[in-house]
């Protein structure tokens, strides 16, 4: 089989592909020989591989959307290193070739990709002026937008802890700030964005649902530069130049809330007044900073972390309660050429998540906390065998520590003292092999394999995880696509789904404890309309297996055993996928709407070997409170003039359920005591589902360009209309009077239902600079 995909090839111009004015390597840039119909795009390291045929010259173009094209005429004799700078401007060859444009959408076999640029993400209108690359994409179909305050992402029927999140190829394992409201990812200092919601790739592994790959721009290696930002919450620097010209670069960049700093002198200056409740302490602050070194014309060195901290805190005369949680990432990356069709990256990631709580009363503290630490070393090769073959293959090692419910708690005497945890250490591993073949001008197939592997606590799971998509074009405009992924997943988030505060478990594949897994297939079809407009439409039917949930009452914190809290059951999701999308011209945006369902069964209780015991009560066929039935985005930016551009996103979702009592009953003490109760009933669990979800945002940016740089004000208006959307209910019982005629105990009349809401209308303004 390799004897055929290795067959005598003529000569091959490769290279790297990067922006002219600041040295970024271009993903997905073109590079296209017209006359002969050759072309390849740049990988994600901006490396491209063509083969073409030796005799006459031959005009090869290179292409990027947004950038110049630039045509070469070369005389093919030999293999040939031809590294290209692109830049901005307008196009003025005759030959229009666009990389990432909608007919590569319709040439690529990738389907159920979605991405966003940075320029898209800084125009959506954003809370509070905070521009957020990775909320932005949530705008997309398959991906909920909507849930007031709710914290992760359930992407195609999926949990929150189904989606794998990298960020320069180390996991991020809490991805949110503020209690959900924005994302750890500072715009600014994101190159690309691109997730994928099926038809995984052969390279990725460890989750069922998504993978979210997040890379940093590298630093410009042409000149010192900055950009920036003052909001109403946060502000935030770059800061990015040369260390030596052409050769080496870096880039920090920070951003940190000071809402805190405002409410801390009005607690001060209310500190006196009996009837003021002190605000509590919050805010939020991350870092990112990155250097590379073009080693040789070979190799190139890469060095980059992540740091990232939410602080939440709260005192009074009688407690003190502090509350922080972040991640920090670090990453090592080495990339080498062998040969004009051999290209390497190996990488060494670490990866560190933890939260940690402490409160403190009047005589007695306590710590509660979880943690998981990584370190990853993995290797990734492309081999471009040919036009018709692009070969990947790869192995990766992760050793994962487990910190699980960690708990410190005494008197400040020491007289009482007691602590509470598990620890786990725990080795995952993969390789894979995948080939992307062009079979005909019409059919093109990747096809790959992944082997995964999870070993702890004495017991070792392996498994298969086969992947295939297809493409076959009835047209240069029509396009029919399909695709089939098994999905293994050897961790486990243990955390109430949806919970705003981040009191996040993660709990390995043990002897009791199977890890996850899910079949996903998808097919649908895609349509160029005109020259503008890109149509796609998708199916998709996903089968998950050995899903936890915990039982009614369970104890989370304080358990040795919490296993025993476990039920493991499977479920089912499918559901339909729609959008429209404008990328050309001055209006753009997109449409999107989904249509989905996501159902849970079959749950059982494990005994102590691990078997299914008994099916657990409380656990009949219900549907997780993430399962949406419709979803609607309108997205739309408007170039009123260089100057001006106006934009509004609406947003439509059926409301998500929730878990409500559909009963009461009183418990009370013997006539006289004084004591009476109003107990819920909880029954089939989430039971309800909340009024739908519905928003309108409006955005208006002016730019204006002084000596120094580029600067604008963007005005943001998050729910227009003043839309009160639900965070949660909660009830309340009534009385008549102070006392009714039962012996002394008050009984209520009714239970009344009250919703809370988080955001009104909320305009914000933020003043942005680049030079």
Same mark, same amino acid.
């Given at each position: 089989m390799l004897a055929f995909f290795l067959q005598a090839q003529d000569v091959t111009i490769s290279g790297t592909i990067k922006d002219g004015e600041n040295g970024e390597d271009l993903i997905g840039a073109t590079v296209a020989v017209p006359e002969?119909?050759?072309?390849?795009?740049?990988?994600?390291?901006?490396?491209?591989?063509?083969?073409?045929?030796?005799?006459d010259t031959l005009?090869?173009?290179?292409?990027?959307?947004?950038?110049?094209?630039?045509?070469?005429?070369?005389?093919?004799?030999?293999?040939?290193?031809?590294?290209?700078?692109?830049?901005?401007?307008?196009?003025?060859?005759?030959?229009?070739v666009k990389a990432n444009s909608f007919q590569?959408?319709?040439?690529?076999?990738?389907?159920?990709?979605?991405?966003?640029?940075?320029?898209?993400?800084?125009?959506?209108?954003?809370?509070?002026?905070?521009?957020?690359?990775?909320?932005?994409?949530?705008?997309? @179909?398959?991906?909920?937008?909507?849930?007031?305050?709710?914290?992760?992402?359930?992407?195609?029927?999926?949990?929150?802890?189904?989606?794998?999140?990298?960020?320069?190829?180390?996991?991020?394992?809490?991805?949110?700030?503020?209690?959900?409201?924005?994302?750890?990812? =500072?715009?600014?200092?994101?190159k690309d964005l691109k997730i994928y919601k099926g038809g995984f790739p052969a390279e990725y592994g460890g989750r069922l649902s998504s993978v979210i790959d997040v890379k940093l721009k590298d630093g410009n290696n042409q000149k010192f530069a900055g950009s920036g930002g003052l909001g109403l919450i946060s502000s935030r620097l770059t800061l990015e130049g040369p260390i030596q010209k052409d050769k080496s670069s870096f880039i920090v960049s920070g951003r940190r809330t000071y809402v805190d700093l405002l409410t801390r002198q009005v607690n001060r200056a209310n500190e006196d007044n009996e009837d003021f409740s002190p605000i509590p302490d919050y805010y939020f602050y991350d870092l990112n900073a990155k250097v590379n070194f073009q080693l040789?014309?070979?190799?190139? %060195? #890469?060095?980059?972390?992540? #740091?990232?901290?939410?602080?939440?805190?709260?005192?009074?005369? #009688?407690?003190n309660f502090d509350f922080d949680w972040g991640n920090a990432t670090g990453t090592a990356r080495w990339n080498h050429v062998f040969n004009p069709k051999l290209f390497a990256n190996t990488t060494f990631t670490y990866s560190d998540y933890q939260y940690n709580i402490n409160n403190q009363i009047t005589g007695f503290s306590f710590g509660l906390g979880s943690n998981i630490a990584d370190a990853s070393l993995k290797t990734d090769f492309f081999y471009a065998a040919n036009n018709q073959h692009t070969i990947r293959f790869g192995a990766m090692a992760t050793h994962h520590t487990f910190?699980?419910?960690?708990?410190?708690?005494?008197?400040?005497?020491?007289?009482?003292?007691?602590?509470?945890?598990?620890?786990?250490?725990?080795?995952?591993?993969?390789?894979?092999?995948?080939?992307?073949?062009?079979?005909?001008?019409?059919?093109?197939?990747?096809?790959? %394999?992944?082997?995964?592997?999870?070993?702890? &606590?004495?017991?070792?799971?392996?498994g298969l995880e086969p992947r295939v998509a297809a493409r076959y074009?009835?047209?240069?405009?029509?396009?029919?696509?399909?695709?089939?992924?098994?999905?293994?997943?050897?961790?486990?988030?243990?955390?109430?789904?949806?919970?705003?505060? @981040?009191? &996040?478990?993660?709990?390995?594949?043990?002897?009791?404890?199977?890890?996850?897994?899910?079949?996903?297939?998808?097919?649908?079809?895609?349509?160029?309309?005109?020259?503008?407009?890109? %149509?796609? #439409?998708?199916?998709?039917?996903?089968?998950?297996? =050995?899903?936890?949930?915990?039982?009614?009452?369970?104890?989370?914190?304080?358990?040795?055993?919490l296993e025993d809290e476990f039920a493991v059951g499977e479920g089912r999701a499918y559901g339909m996928e729609f959008s429209i999308e404008k990328k050309e011209g001055r209006l753009t945006g997109w449409i999107g709407y989904t249509l989905a369902l996501t159902r849970l069964q079959n749950f059982e209780t494990l005994d102590p070997n691990g078997r299914f015991a008994q099916e657990s009560e409380g656990f009949g066929p219900f549907n997780p409170i993430y399962d949406r039935r419709h979803d609607i985005s309108v997205v739309a930016l408007y170039e009123l003039s260089k100057r001006w551009t106006a934009s509004a996103t609406f947003v439509y979702g059926s409301g998500d359920l929730t878990?409500?009592?559909?009963?009461?009953?009183?418990?009370? &003490?013997?006539?006289?005591?004084?004591?009476?109760?109003?107990?819920?009933?909880?029954?089939?669990? =989430?039971n309800f589902r909340l009024p739908a979800y519905h928003?309108?945002?409006?955005?208006?940016?002016?730019?204006?360009?002084?000596?120094?740089?580029?600067?604008?004000?963007? %005005?943001?208006?998050?729910?227009?209309? &003043?839309?009160?959307?639900?965070?949660?209910?909660?009830?309340?019982?009534?009385?008549?009077?102070?006392?009714?005629?039962?012996?002394?105990?008050?009984?209520?009349?009714?239970?009344?239902?009250?919703?809370?809401?988080?955001?009104?209308?909320?305009?914000?303004?933020?003043?942005?600079?680049?030079?």
């Open positions: 002969l119909g050759l072309g390849t795009s740049s990988n994600a390291y901006g490396f491209y591989s063509l083969s073409v045929p030796t005799g005009k090869v173009v290179f292409s990027y959307v947004g950038f110049q094209s630039q045509a070469f005429t070369l005389l093919p004799r030999q293999d040939t290193t031809f590294n290209i700078n692109l830049t901005t401007g307008v196009q003025l060859d005759e030959v229009v590569e959408q319709i040439n690529s076999t990738e389907m159920s990709v979605e991405a966003i640029t940075t320029r898209e993400a800084k125009l959506v209108p954003v809370l509070l002026g905070e521009s957020d690359i990775l909320k932005t994409i949530q705008l997309k @179909p398959g991906i909920p937008s909507g849930s007031e305050g709710r914290t992760g992402l359930f992407v195609r029927g999926g949990a929150q802890d189904q989606n794998l999140i990298v960020l320069d190829e180390a996991v991020v394992y809490n991805a949110n700030h503020l209690f959900g409201f924005f994302s750890t990812f =500072n715009t600014d200092a994101v040789s014309d070979k190799d190139r %060195l #890469f060095l980059s972390g992540y #740091f990232g901290r939410d602080v939440f805190g709260f005192s009074s005369d #009688f407690f910190t699980v419910g960690r708990l410190q708690a005494g008197s400040d005497d020491g007289v009482v003292s007691f602590s509470a945890g598990q620890e786990f250490q725990g080795v995952e591993f993969g390789a894979y092999v995948s080939d992307e073949m062009e079979l005909s001008e019409a059919l093109s197939i990747n096809a790959g %394999l992944r082997f995964s592997g999870f070993n702890n &606590d004495g017991k070792t799971y392996v074009k009835l047209s240069e405009r029509w396009a029919l696509k399909s695709s089939y992924a098994r999905m293994y997943q050897y961790l486990h988030l243990i955390a109430n789904a949806g919970v705003a505060l @981040p009191t &996040d478990i993660w709990y390995p594949s043990t002897q009791r404890v199977q890890p996850q897994r899910s079949d996903q297939v998808a097919t649908g079809a895609s349509y160029l309309l005109g020259s503008q407009y890109f %149509l796609n #439409f998708e199916l998709y039917y996903k089968w998950l297996d =050995n899903q936890l949930q915990f039982v009614d009452g369970a104890q989370i914190f304080v358990n040795d055993e878990w409500l009592p559909p009963g009461r009953f009183t418990f009370q &003490d013997v006539p006289g005591a004084g004591f009476e109760a109003v107990v819920p009933d909880y029954r089939e669990r =989430n928003r309108l945002d409006l955005g208006l940016v002016y730019k204006f360009f002084p000596k120094w740089g580029e600067s604008d004000l963007t %005005l943001s208006v998050v729910n227009a209309y &003043d839309r009160r959307n639900a965070f949660f209910i909660f009830f309340e019982p009534e009385f008549e009077g102070e006392e009714s005629n039962t012996g002394g105990i008050n009984i209520p009349t009714r239970i009344a239902a009250n919703q809370v809401s988080l955001f009104p209308i909320l305009p914000s303004l933020t003043w942005n600079f680049q030079f």
